[in-house]
């Protein structure tokens, strides 16, 4: 598992280091940057208005979704329809939720028409040592996803190396599609040693992604090149707005 997840990882790398000497305009590494983003506005005073901002910006730049609250999903999927993909979070930020909680609130996101789910694990358990009852709670959130995207947020800042590595193998066994680094909501967000960690022991079929505090195009790019396919943040668009002023 290990060997062949070091085998994506060198592919990351090699499209990294392959695109950074190939493309004459850095304006193309970003583009493809965005194609990366999942564009997040997850504040508690999120506003309609501000919602379909980043709608427009995330269909302008043509990042990989929006991550939104999931009172407006419905809402902000009526808006974008088939223009943009519409991911929303489950158990946020805290993840102690029940089972049988995030289960309804996964059925109502993808009833309104969400095309991914972050999820929160219950970190208490982790804690715990209950990995059966974390597994099975993946599990059967990735059941009511079916085809849909399941992403499993972890929190690292929270976590020790132990039970960052014992996620890793949770998540890798209940078939969720991404092992994610943070809500941005807690004491950090994602490193470069955490999403190191996840791609030498995340099994071959889960993807990464990391969110919280990618401040810009650099740390970007390093994230990449370690093994994430996904990054949660806000920022790259608004610096690439700037740049357009």
């Known amino acids: 598992m290990i060997v062949q997840k070091e085998i994506n990882v060198k592919k990351e ?50 990042t990989a979704s929006v991550c939104i609250p999931p009172s407006y999903v419905k809402q902000a999927k009526e808006y974008v329809k088939d223009k943009m993909k519409i991911c929303t979070v489950i158990g946020f930020p805290n993840g102690y939720m029940t089972t049988k909680a995030k289960a309804f609130e996964t059925k109502d996101a993808l009833e309104n028409g969400a095309d991914e789910i972050d999820m929160v694990i219950n970190i208490g358990m982790l804690k715990d040592k209950k990995y059966e009852e974390i597994t099975n709670e993946i599990k059967k959130i990735k059941e009511i996803c079916e085809n849909h995207i399941l992403k499993v947020i972890i929190e690292t800042c929270l976590l020790t190396r132990q039970e960052k590595i014992k996620m890793c193998e949770i998540v890798t066994e209940a078939g969720a599609d991404y092992i994610k680094t943070s809500t941005g909501f807690s004491e950090a967000g994602a490193t470069f040693e955490d999403v190191e960690l996840f791609a030498k022991y995340v099994g071959k079929n889960v993807k990464i992604k990391a969110a ?32 357009g002023k």
């Not at 195009?217 to 790259?236: P, V």
Request: contains cysteine; hydrophobic residues 35%; aromatic residues 8%.
């Open 13 to 62: 790398k090699k499209w990294y280091t392959e695109r950074k000497n190939k493309l004459e305009d850095r304006k193309d590494m970003k583009t493809e940057i965005l194609n990366k983003v999942d564009h997040t506005l997850l504040a508690q005073t999120a506003t309609w208005e501000e919602i379909k901002e980043i709608c427009d910006d995330a269909i302008a730049y043509q």
């Open 212 to 243: 919280g505090g990618i401040a810009d195009f650099d740390d970007a790019e390093k994230f990449i090149a370690l093994g994430a396919s996904r990054l949660g943040t806000s920022r790259l668009v608004k610096i690439i707005k700037n740049e």
